[in-house]
Nanobody, 129 residues
């Protein structure tokens, strides 16, 4: 059974940093997509960043480009999201997600959440001004 467990959320002031972690268990796909999404109150879930686990190619939403970095540690089966220069607009619940199949293309999408089969429970990030 696949489980994704996020951690690392919290409250920070604008300009601060946080690193989110997503520990994956029971996940056996090696060339596939994993990503981070977020959902603010009253808003739709939006893609933040994705990473192809085989090529390592990352893709970012324009709103976080240059501030956030997605990475993975294969030995620990963990996906990370380093968030720097945080803004109040980044306040949301952040979710880790993973495809339920292999993916042959190098760039993983973040505009189609329904393509991601497995989801974590989410971790709250609150940025105050």
């Amino acid at each position: 059974q696949v489980q994704l467990v996020e951690s690392g959320g919290g409250s920070v002031q604008a300009g601060g940093s946080l690193r989110l972690s997503c520990a994956a268990s029971g996940y056996t796909y090696s060339r596939t997509c994993m990503g981070w999404f977020r959902q603010a109150p009253g808003k739709e879930r939006e893609g933040v960043a994705s990473r192809h686990t085989g090529t390592g190619i990352a893709y970012y939403a324009d709103s976080v480009k240059g501030r956030f970095t997605i990475s993975q540690d294969n030995a620990k089966n963990t996906l990370y999201l380093q968030m720097n220069v945080l803004e109040p607009e980044d306040t949301a619940i952040y979710y880790c997600a993973a495809f339920g199949r292999s993916y042959v293309y190098s760039r993983c999408p973040i505009d189609v959440p329904y393509e991601y089969t497995y989801w974590g429970q989410g971790t709250q990030v609150t940025v105050s001004s």
